[in-house]
């Protein structure tokens, strides 16, 4: 979302959220994935997951209003760290494992790689990053591992 969202902008996004829910005053997180804003992006779902207070797969006007102020306020180079940081570590432990990594790059890349290809990809990438050896990525050693290319390019969404 590469920057602060105006009132404008977030006005605009509840109306579009007003026209997906259909009256029913909620949208299904799978709904948002046809949003071109979004591209197609795979990790839509866990994204939103996040901000789905109500654990029904659905974000209602409330919910959909605090994601996009949290997206709107990722624009400090440490939130997009941190931000980033929470989509990997998916069971909320405060590391990444290897099987967390492997799960999102398993997202990313789809059928297009197979199995074995990732499974060296989390290898190499424990192997080089994980500097104190425990098999799971800290905070710092996941700062390591991305640069601010990367994390410029992965927060970058059109309006």
């Keep these: 979302m590469g ?3 105006t009132k404008k902008d977030v006005e605009r996004l509840q109306r579009r ?18 949003m071109v804003e979004l591209g197609g ?9 996040l901000f789905d ?3 029904d797969g659905s974000l209602n006007l409330e919910e959909f209003t605090r994601a996009l102020e949290y997206f709107g306020q990722l624009d400090n180079e440490e939130e997009q760290y941190k931000f980033a940081f ?23 890349m789809g059928a297009a ?8 990809v989390v290898y190499n990438t424990m192997s080089e990053f ?3 050896g425990d098999n799971k990525l800290d905070m710092q050693e996941f700062k390591a591992l991305l640069s601010r ?3 410029a390019n992965k927060f970058s969404m059109s309006m």
């Design 41 to 49: 992006n795979p990790f839509v779902p866990h994204l939103f997951k």
């Design 17 to 34: 959220f007003q026209r997906l829910a259909n009256n029913t005053g909620k949208v299904q997180i799978a709904t948002f994935q046809t």
């Design 86 to 108: 929470r989509i990997y570590d998916q069971d909320g432990d405060g590391f990444i494992s290897s099987e967390e990594l492997f799960n999102v790059l398993q997202t990313l």
């Design 3 to 5: 920057g602060k969202l």
């Design 113 to 120: 790689v197979p199995d074995s290809q990732l499974e060296q």
């Design 53 to 55: 207070s109500s654990g």
């Design 149 to 151: 290319d990367d994390l």
């Design 130 to 132: 994980d500097r104190d």
